[in-house]
């Protein structure tokens, strides 16, 4: 696992989330709230868990456990969610680029919501959250097709063949 992996990732990871909120916008708010019995009731709520756990990831990389994710009510619309999600990878843009390649490959410890102790190898915690991410944004755009609305490319080679990958300097 090396550093220029990471960020690429993580580059893919922010094109993709920027593009599946580019077609939530175009829903109605209706539309955005309705429950549609997936993992989270509606469009809205997974696309708030999505927002919170990369942010208690973030925050426990950085050396704080957080207890709990974001309460769904406080983001009633999707710019609500794009202003958060605009912080988290600005925040996590930062994190990721003071990275070095022995803390990429070190074990890192935190805790979850019921205080369990874990530590796994960084790159783990790191490839796990944008897998996450993924998971989620498959629900929405399954939503997004249930509810009528256009649904975009979100595959990581569709990302690859918009952003053809730099040589390593």
Known sequence: MN?????ELYAYDSWANARLLNAVGKLQQEEFLREMGSSFPSVRDT???LVSAEWVWLQRWKGTSLQRHFDTATFPTPDSI????TKVESEQSKFLHSLTQDELLSPHSYSNFEGKSF????WQQLTHRVNHSTYHRGQV???????????VALDMIAYFRQNPPRPAA
């Not at 794009?82 to 999600?85: A, E």
């Not at 755009?141 to 649904?151: C, F, S, V, Y």
């Open 119 to 122: 530590a796994e190898p960084l």
């Open 141 to 151: 755009t399954t939503m997004l097709r249930q509810l009528g609305a256009t649904a």
């Open 3 to 7: 550093l220029q992996y990471i960020h």
């Open 47 to 49: 696309l708030v868990h």
């Open 82 to 85: 794009r202003c958060w999600l």
